[in-house]
Structure formats: C-alpha cells, structure tokens
C-alpha cells in the first residue's frame, strides 16, 4: 500500500490539551446543583503527616495511579434554589499554583454572570477556597453576601495563630486578611449548624480547620452532602480515615469527624460530593470492615436524572 499523496491528507484537529467542559449539573429533587471545576495542582507527599510515604505510594499504585505525589483537582459548587443562586466557595485563583483559576469560565459555560451570585458560601478559609473570592481589593460577586464560621475567621485573621503555624500555612492568613478587607460589611459570621432555608442546611465538620463545614441539600426526598475538605484524596482517606495532612488545624477532631460523616454516609446511602474528589465528584460511601471506600455516581446523562 502506497502512502496518500499530499492531495488526499486530511487536516486533522491539534491534540488540545484541556477538556471540553468543566462544568457538571445535577439534580436534587426541586434544586440544580452544578459542580464547576476550578483546576488542579501537584502536591508532593511530605503535604501528609502520616501515613509515611510507602504507605501512600501503595494506596496511590493500588487505585491505578502515579505514584511519588498525587495530582489534585478542585471543584467549587453552584446551587440554584430556583429563588436563589448560592456558590460554595470560590476556587483558588492565583493563591494556589498556576493551574487554578478556571471557576469564572465555568461560571461562564454554565450561564451565570457574578452579579447574578446571590450568596457565597466559604466552607474554610484556605486560600484554594477563597482566592477567586476577590480581585485585588474588590470582591469577585458585586451583589452577592458572603457566610463563613466566626470561629473559622477569628482563626485565619489572628497574627498569633499566624505565628503558630506551619510554615507553608503562614501566607495563607495574609490572603485571609486580603479576602476580609475585600468583602468587608459583606461577610455574615456564624456558628454551629445554620438552616438557609430552602432544604438547605450548613453541617459543621471541624478539624480541618477549626471552622470547616459542609452544606447538606434535601429536596423532595433527595439529599446530597456537599462536604468540601471532609476527604483530600480519594484513594487516601476512605481506606485510612485517620490519615493527617500537616496543615490540619486538629488532626485527630478531622479524624473523628471524617469518620462519623463518612459512617452516616454509608448508614444513609446518602449522596456525596466533595472538593477535592475526581471530578464531578458525586458518588457514595461504602463500609468496608473498619474503614470506607468510595464509589462514584455514574455520569448522569441529564441533569434531571
């Protein structure tokens, strides 16, 4: 067989190097929720306090995965209530690596302006959740009200728990303290369990950080629990719910707390999304003896589903 001549090539396409979308909407009863991809970064291990490296490297290579680091993704989450548009937090922007920042195309792709954000949700202050909070020293949602923990504030503002920290945490209280002053009046401080209304229910999950929480949706008899930073890795803390990141404000409360969630989960059947499972981030939580395991939802073909 001879080669085509130069006539009879066809053009074919680039390799593209992102995905089409990065967008991904679900129905909850009466309420939409779209997860909204806000990028990745690369972390190394020593990010864990434990378990040791081989440990991790075994639980990486077992879920068929590259090993010596993990690559993690960040989803942010839009609920629209059909009264109301609420975001749970903001993406990292440029306060967490180069290959964040993609949450305003998101918002973008899945029609929705930021003076259209009503309220915002920020689960914790790290800077991977609020960075795309603000732009220099204006807020990135022009009409919207921001909820976040007062524990959770106190926390990340304080110059003394600044001094206390680990070492890579310690810019993150500056950006804290940038996000404060963008916000301003704006910020509604809180504590505890808080009901928005509408199905909507804050969780408080602390340990993480002292003011971490999640958003349980309930809706003509669905329920989804968005749970943010409950779990960092999938392949990690389902199987080792003790596992412990250097930047935890309280490793074994996030232990406990990781496992009573994780255990009403299974006991409920309850759907899960968190932000830093593999996109779009749905799924279950399976008991398996003492420990977990996670089971993604299948794409769901309409949102309605």
């Known amino acids: 067989m001879t080669d085509p001549s130069p006539q009879t090539l066809r053009r074919l396409p680039a390799f593209a190097a992102a995905q089409a979308t990065t967008i991904y909407r679900r129905r ?21 306090k434990s378990p040791a490296p081989r440990a991790l490297d075994d639980a ?17 989450y839009l609920v629209n209530t059909g009264r109301r548009l609420i975001l749970m937090d903001g993406g990292a922007a440029g306060e967490f690596g180069e290959h964040f920042g993609e949450l305003p195309q998101g918002l973008a792709a899945a029609g929705v302006a930021p003076e259209a954000i009503d309220l915002v949700l920020v689960s914790h202050l790290h800077p991977d959740h609020i960075g795309g909070l603000f ?27 600044q001094a206390q920290a680990v070492e890579i945490a310690q810019p993150w209280f500056d950006t804290a303290r940038r996000w404060q002053a963008a916000w301003g009046e704006r910020i509604e401080t809180f504590s505890g369990e808080r009901s928005l209304g509408e199905g909507l229910t804050i969780v408080p999950l602390p340990g993480h950080t002292v003011g971490h929480f999640g958003l349980m949706i309930e809706s003509e008899g669905a329920r989804l629990l968005i749970a943010n930073d409950l779990v960092f890795h999938f392949a990690i803390n389902f199987q080792n719910p003790d596992a412990a990141m250097i930047w935890e404000t309280d490793s074994a409360l996030a232990a406990r707390t990781r496992r009573a969630a994780l255990d009403r989960a299974a006991t409920d059947r309850l759907l ?30 309409r949102a309605g589903a």
């Open 60 to 76: 990486l290579h077992a879920a068929f995965l590259p090993t010596g680091g993990m690559r993690q993704g960040l989803t942010c």
């Open 272 to 301: 899960v999304a968190a932000s830093h499972l593999p996109f779009p981030s749905f799924g279950h939580v399976e008991r398996r003896g003492t420990a977990f395991a996670w089971a993604p939802e299948p794409w769901q073909h």
């Open 28 to 48: 909850i009863g009466a309420i939409e929720v779209t997860a909204i991809s806000d990028g990745y970064v690369d972390l190394p291990h020593d990010i864990w």
């Open 135 to 161: 732009r220099g020293t204006a807020a990135a949602f022009p009409k919207a009200h921001l909820l976040v923990d007062a524990a959770e504030l106190a926390f990340w503002t304080s110059t003394h728990e």
